[in-house]
């Protein structure tokens, strides 16, 4: 099946601003990478819009939504759920205009995850206790000490182009859920499902100020001006180590709270005692899903010495069988994002050449005879022969593409994988319990999958160590970075 009439060709994208569908004076093209073609007009945010929608945001803290209980609240965010639930075929479609993902990635992954935010956190911030302690006095007479979650208040989220939905609605749905209003900024690369979003909270009966969206570009645009406004109460980021960098200085003026989801270097530590089929593919998965842009992919793989052969070779072949092209085709991977990161990509293919790589597999652009030569496909790579200090394994390129280096004792596999600028996740492959728990306890990282990759549990801790982030996201600590918790000590 081949799909080109997206169903979001000559449509206007607009903002969302106080329960209203909002165009802008100017707009800028949103490009479909599978073909170059011009998918849809965005309507872009200018800063009095942003100001406007941070406003309406604070007036919607004491409206409706302020007043609604904790009950109330979780059903109507269940409603959203429902609301993609019921449009998953416009936004798998959407997603797929936006990023060339893989139909089966975008319904399996990305559109179900989005809804099942909504659900979770909902569920969780039903459930949520506060901590209470009996304090007893010198006195003889005691206290008690009880703690209540408010809102934050409004919260500013950036989110990336990688996997759009589900990790927008990531933010969306607990800061919801503990009783914020929103201001979101989607990439300028995927404005779609974000839009289908505000449609879907506009139809939920969501009031007007609780979720806005402003479409626009980062540095000196829309979503500078939102994380400068200084009525905002956060600021909730995932993206590039150097944004958050760069979100952090503007932060920084009005001391606002910050989480920050980060870029990442991930390595796989592949024993010899492993279930090979299962580490091939298991690493299979974790280096070219998605293309290879997902913050968790694997771009370093550390194999015992006695397989390093065996693995790169079947690997390669693996990766040589995945089929590339129309994400409406079936294809195993689309492009890259843009033809903008397709450069940034073939740059680092070129410099692992330079820096003495041997390319076991790609390392260039697939033909195609056809209208996808327009597009920003990539050849899946494989290389290896690189120094621990090449920038090809120093640095996180976010493409289809990984190294691989053999080891010879679990010393040094543990010393290669944390010595990185990044800590986001690591993959081991081991038969061997102990060595899987011993070498789990000691990775730098924030998540640590043993003989998995990218398995979630929505209530355990995610983020990144180092440059991968700062704090963690996902069950407690999301409910606890959306609300501050005030202290009531009542002497009895
Ligand atoms: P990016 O940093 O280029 O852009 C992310 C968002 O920030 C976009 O909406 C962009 O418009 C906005 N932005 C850019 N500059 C800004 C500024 N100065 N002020 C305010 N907003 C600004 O990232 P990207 O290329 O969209 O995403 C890929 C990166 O995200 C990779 O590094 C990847 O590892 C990382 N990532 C991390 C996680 C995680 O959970 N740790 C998840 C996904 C992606």
Not at 215 to 224: D, L
């Given at each position: 099946m081949t799909n080109t009439a997206y169903p979001f060709a000559q449509r206007d994208?607009?903002?969302?601003?106080?329960?209203?569908?909002?165009?802008?004076?100017?707009?800028?093209?949103?490009?479909?990478?599978?073909?170059?073609?011009?998918?849809?007009?965005?309507?872009q945010a200018d800063q009095a819009l942003v100001d406007r929608?941070?406003?309406?945001?604070?007036?919607?803290?004491?409206?409706?939504?302020?007043k609604m209980s904790q009950?109330?609240?979780?059903?109507?965010?269940?409603?959203?759920?429902?609301?993609?639930?019921?449009?998953?075929?416009?936004?798998a479609a959407a997603e797929i205009a936006d990023t060339g993902k893989s139909l089966h990635q975008a319904r399996t992954i990305d559109i179900p995850r989005g809804a099942a935010n909504f659900r979770a956190f909902a569920a969780m911030a039903e459930a949520r206790a506060m901590p209470s302690f009996r304090t007893d006095l010198p006195d003889g007479r005691s206290a008690i000490n009880y703690a209540v979650a408010r809102p934050l208040g409004v919260v500013a989220i950036i989110s990336p182009w990688n996997l759009p939905l589900l990790l927008m609605t990531w933010k969306v749905a607990p800061a919801l859920a503990c009783g914020n209003?929103?201001?979101?900024?989607p990439s300028e690369e995927t404005p779609s499902t974000a839009t289908l979003l505000a449609e879907v909270m506009d139809a939920a009966g969501v009031p007007p100020g609780v979720f806005n969206l402003v479409?626009?570009?980062?540095?000196?645009?829309?979503?500078?001006w939102l994380t400068a406004n200084p009525d905002i109460d956060a600021i909730t980021f995932t993206g590039e180590s150097a944004t958050g960098g760069a979100i952090m200085r503007v932060a920084a003026a009005g001391v606002k709270p910050v989480s920050f989801e980060l870029g990442g270097k991930n390595a796989a530590l592949v024993f010899a005692d492993c279930d090979f089929d299962e580490a091939i593919a298991g690493t299979v998965r974790s280096v070219f899903s998605n293309c290879g842009q997902v913050c968790l992919c694997t771009e370093r793989i550390y194999v015992e010495r006695p397989i390093f052969e065996r693995f790169v070779k079947a690997l390669a072949e693996r990766a040589e069988a995945l089929t590339i092209g129309d994400p409406?085709?079936?294809?195993?991977?689309?492009?890259?994002?843009?033809?903008?990161?397709?450069?940034?990509?073939?740059?680092?293919?070129?410099?692992?050449?330079?820096?003495?790589?041997?390319?076991?597999?790609?390392?260039?652009?697939?033909?195609f005879d056809s209208a996808l030569d327009q597009g920003a496909f990539v050849q899946p790579t494989i290389l290896t022969g690189l120094g621990h200090d090449a920038r090809?394994?120093?640095?996180?390129?976010?493409?289809?593409?990984?190294?691989?280096?053999?080891?010879?004792?679990?010393?040094?596999?543990?010393?290669?994988?944390?010595?990185?600028?990044?800590?986001?996740?690591?993959?081991?492959?081991?038969?061997?319990v102990g060595r899987a728990h011993r070498v789990a306890g000691q990775m730098e990282t924030g998540i640590v999958w043993v003989n998995e990759w990218f398995l979630r549990d929505l209530r355990t801790p995610f983020g990144g160590m180092k440059l991968s982030g700062i704090g963690r996201e996902g069950g407690e600590a999301s409910l606890s970075f959306y609300s501050e918790p005030t202290n009531i000590c009542v002497k009895l």
């Open positions: 994208i607009l903002n969302y601003v106080d329960g209203a569908f909002v165009a802008g004076d100017v707009h800028f093209d949103n490009v479909n990478p599978v073909t170059g073609a011009v998918a849809a007009r965005v309507s929608a941070v406003a309406a945001g604070r007036r919607a803290l004491k409206g409706p939504w302020g009950a109330e609240r979780c059903k109507l965010l269940v409603r959203v759920a429902e609301g993609i639930e019921a449009r998953f075929d416009d936004f209003v929103v201001v979101v900024k479409h626009g570009f980062g540095a000196a645009s829309t979503g500078e409406w085709s079936g294809a195993d991977m689309g492009p890259l994002i843009s033809r903008g990161h397709r450069d940034k990509v073939l740059g680092y293919y070129d410099l692992a050449r330079e820096e003495g790589a041997t390319v076991v597999t790609g390392g260039g652009v697939p033909s090809c394994v120093r640095e996180e390129i976010f493409g289809p593409v990984c190294h691989i280096a053999p080891f010879d004792t679990e010393a040094e596999a543990i010393e290669l994988a944390n010595d990185s600028d990044y800590g986001l996740a690591a993959a081991i492959w081991t038969r061997d």
